[in-house]
């Protein structure tokens, strides 16, 4: 009987210690899968009305999509794109891993989105939708599809207002970080420190215009799908 009792004995501490792995890994609810097609949460295929969890890995195919609804924030995550979703002192955070990620988030709320370059955000808690896509290691695109975004890393923010993208880049070494204040008043000409037109150096980030002043009409239709969709469920 002594070996049948140990045996049950282990069998019970490892389904508690799976049980803890699991608990540990699924954190708190944050949030719900509003749509999806060829996207898994971790090791999972994602389906509408899955509950999202801090700490979970979102991740898209080629082709795929996901959209989460995180409170009254929205996100969604193009082809081939992934983030892990993390809540740090009662703030929504998205690390962005790979690819493309869209977010719409309401005033007064505390939703941004981390980057290898910076941390991107509705400027001063006002309503804004927009993308933010990883291009290289140091280098990312964000676009203000509706509302004004702020991009900042080291202390060192810049606003891009709606209808306009900007690709944003870590200054390297030796590299001209610029000497004009930072108001967000630039306005695409030289700052004297040898600038061309449309790029502006921001201490330890480099902004170089996309597109101006076209971005909002093109993404209002999208932004409108994303924060007025009948089909999201409710949370």
Do not use: C
């Amino acid at each position: 009987m002594r070996p049948i009792a140990r045996q049950f004995l282990v069998a019970l501490l490892t389904a508690g210690l799976l049980n803890l792995s699991t608990m540990a890994a699924g954190g708190k609810t944050l949030g719900v899968v509003v749509a999806a097609e060829d996207a898994h949460l971790g090791e999972a295929d994602a389906a509408m009305g899955t509950n999202v969890f801090t700490g979970d890995f979102l991740q898209t195919d080629p082709g795929g999509t996901l959209r989460v609804k995180v409170g009254l924030n929205q996100l969604y995550l193009t082809s081939a794109s992934s983030a892990i979703l993390l809540e740090e002192q009662n703030e929504i955070r998205v690390k962005l891993i790979q690819g493309t990620i869209g977010f719409s988030s309401p005033v007064a709320n505390h939703f941004e989105i981390e980057t290898p370059v910076g941390t991107v955000r509705a400027a001063d808690g006002k309503p804004a939708f927009g993308e933010v896509t990883l291009i290289a290691p140091g280098k990312i695109m964000v676009a203000a599809y509706h509302g004004s975004i702020v991009v900042s890393n080291a202390g060192v923010e810049r606003t891009i207002p709606e209808g306009e993208a900007y690709n944003v880049a870590l200054a390297q070494d030796g590299q001209s970080t610029g000497t004009g204040d930072d108001n967000n008043t630039d306005n695409g000409n030289s700052n004297g420190t040898g600038n061309q037109q449309g790029i502006h150096n921001h201490g330890p980030i480099i902004f170089t215009a996309v597109v101006s002043g076209i971005l909002a009409g093109a993404g209002y239709a999208v932004w409108h799908v994303v924060t007025e969709s009948a089909s999201a469920p409710n949370q």
